[in-house]
């Protein structure tokens, strides 16, 4: 069982940028598929980035495409998310996921239920 810590948050203007990392213990980050959330003060929580298990494929939603990077690095065994040109927009809590591969082999990145195991989440805040 993977356990996950967010990590990497804070508190920044907008324009500017964060990198958040979450790091996994119990097992290997690349076993897994990866994403990354967002929940914002009285909003659902989003699914903002995911990462395929093995090949590292990614998936972005549209709210994000061109600001937000998702990235592994296996040796760290670590999630990373870079956001760029931060907006008030983007203030929220930040969660990293993962799932292990399911039987039938279907990859649901944004949807929050398919996801087994989470972090604690790190917090975002932009300032204008």
């Known amino acids: 069982q993977v356990r996950l810590v967010e990590s990497g948050g804070g508190s920044v203007q907008a324009g500017g940028s964060l990198r958040l990392s979450c790091t996994a213990s119990?097992?290997?980050?690349?076993?897994?598929?990866m994403g990354w959330f967002r929940q914002g003060p009285g909003k659902d929580r989003e699914g903002v980035a995911g990462?395929?298990?093995?090949?590292?494929?990614?998936l972005y939603a549209d709210s994000v495409k061109g600001r937000f990077t998702i990235s592994r690095d296996n040796a760290a065994n670590t999630l990373y998310l870079h956001i760029d040109s931060l907006q008030p927009a983007d203030t929220a809590m930040y969660y990293c996921?993962?799932?292990?591969?399911?039987?039938?082999?279907?990859?649901?990145?944004?949807?929050?239920?398919?996801?087994?195991?989470w972090g604690q989440g790190t917090q975002v805040t932009v300032s204008s």
């Open positions: 990462i395929y298990r093995g090949s590292g494929r990614t």
């Open positions: 119990g097992d290997t980050v690349n076993n897994y598929y």
């Open positions: 996921a993962a799932q292990s591969p399911r039987a039938d082999n279907v990859w649901l990145p944004f949807l929050p239920s398919w996801y087994s195991y």
